[in-house]
């Protein structure tokens, strides 16, 4: 449990690895957020250095939350959008592990999550960088092509281990202009690539043909708008021409563009393809190794998780099971075990709490 209504306490969360930890923390204000949604978003600054996820320790955290609604009827939207995150996230940070890699700085990370607090929550580090949106037009050079690359370089490893994020925009890409590096964060609508049946979504910066699509080119067209974007200072409308657009005449996706942004996910080439195109590394190669015992640990707390807490309606399959660790294709790597979650509705033992109060 967080220490809810004070400024400091203990706060409480199951890690990656299903083990439970508690942090001393002291909570800073909740930041903005649009009128009326019943997310909110605060920083902790920890008493104590914590090295469970980070080697030199972690001085603080990130925290989303939802707060429950005093409406008659409660709004499931949040709380499958906080199911998605927390599935993702375990998804990314135990696939990483049973992949051994280090975990990507281009991704925000998950720490941890409480599903039956009183306020479920879901833990990261915090964000590096700030959304991309402070920083459109404004761009050098340098910068412009920096940031184009690195944003392909997230989609790449995503789609690496079957990840379509499905809101790639000026607000859930981060861009760190001390560093030079991208960051995409948010998975409350990402699916793992090639799921059958997913919840349509109606984000601004997807294409419309693409909003019931699992797709990770969804993702690839979603860039091509935003490196549009940052560049001209303005959306890419109907009217627009990015292949003959002279601010980006010398962006390194100039000669990809037409495709980059064609309305049909076929014709559109994988994140992979668009790196390879500009000369730059698979940012994930498919790994050669063979399964370990600590490998088989992963697959089972996996397992666990989805039998208890099941999402909600887009069925994702091989959640926190190291599956998806694939090809840049969106495929899963031969012989891992994938696992399709029932498709009963998850418990929710934080609405059941205050259901008929």
């Not at 789609?159 to 790639?168: E, F, P, Q, W």
Request: hydrophobic share 40%.
């Amino acid at each position: 449990m967080t220490a809810t209504g004070s400024a400091s306490g203990p706060v409480e969360f199951t890690d990656a690895e299903g083990r439970t930890q508690s942090l001393d923390a002291a909570w800073e204000a909740d930041e903005p957020w649009p009128p009326g949604s019943p997310v909110r978003v605060r920083r902790l600054r920890l008493a104590a250095r914590w090295a469970g996820v980070d080697a030199d320790g972690a001085t603080g955290l990130l925290q989303k939350r939802v707060v429950p609604s005093t409406a008659r009827n409660v709004d499931w939207a949040p709380y499958d959008a906080l199911d998605r995150e927390i599935s993702i996230g375990l998804h990314l940070v135990r696939g990483c592990a049973a992949a051994g890699r280090p975990y990507p700085a281009e991704l925000s990370r998950l720490v941890g999550y409480d599903v039956d607090a009183e306020e479920p929550f879901v833990l990261y580090l915090p964000y590096r960088g700030q959304p991309v949106s402070r920083f459109v037009g404004r761009l050098l050079l340098r910068e412009q092509r920096v940031f184009e690359t690195g944003v392909f370089k997230a989609l790449g490893l995503l789609a690496a281990m079957g990840v379509t994020h499905r809101a790639i925009g000026p607000d859930t890409v981060l861009w760190d202009k001390e560093t030079l590096q991208v960051q995409a964060v948010d998975f409350s609508s990402a699916v793992l690539s090639g799921t059958k049946h997913v919840q349509a979504v109606r984000a601004a910066w997807l294409h419309e043909q693409d909003a019931a699509s699992s797709d990770p080119r969804v993702d690839v067209w979603s860039a091509g708008a935003l490196a549009f974007y940052s560049a001209t200072g303005r959306r890419l409308g109907p009217g627009d021409d990015p292949v003959a657009e002279p601010a980006l005449q010398s962006s390194r996706l100039a000669a990809q563009l037409s495709r980059i942004l064609s309305p049909s996910i076929e014709k559109r080439p994988t994140a992979a393809a668009v790196l390879h195109s500009i000369g730059y590394p698979d940012p994930w190669p498919e790994p050669n190794r063979t399964a370990t015992a600590a490998d088989e640990l992963f697959a089972e707390g996996g397992r666990r998780f989805d039998v208890r807490f099941p999402p909600a309606g887009d069925r994702l399959s091989g959640i926190g099971t190291g599956a998806g660790i694939g090809n840049g294709t969106g495929a899963t790597v031969p012989g891992k075990p994938v696992v399709t979650a029932p498709a009963a509705k998850r418990p929710r033992h934080w609405w059941s709490r205050r259901e008929g109060s």
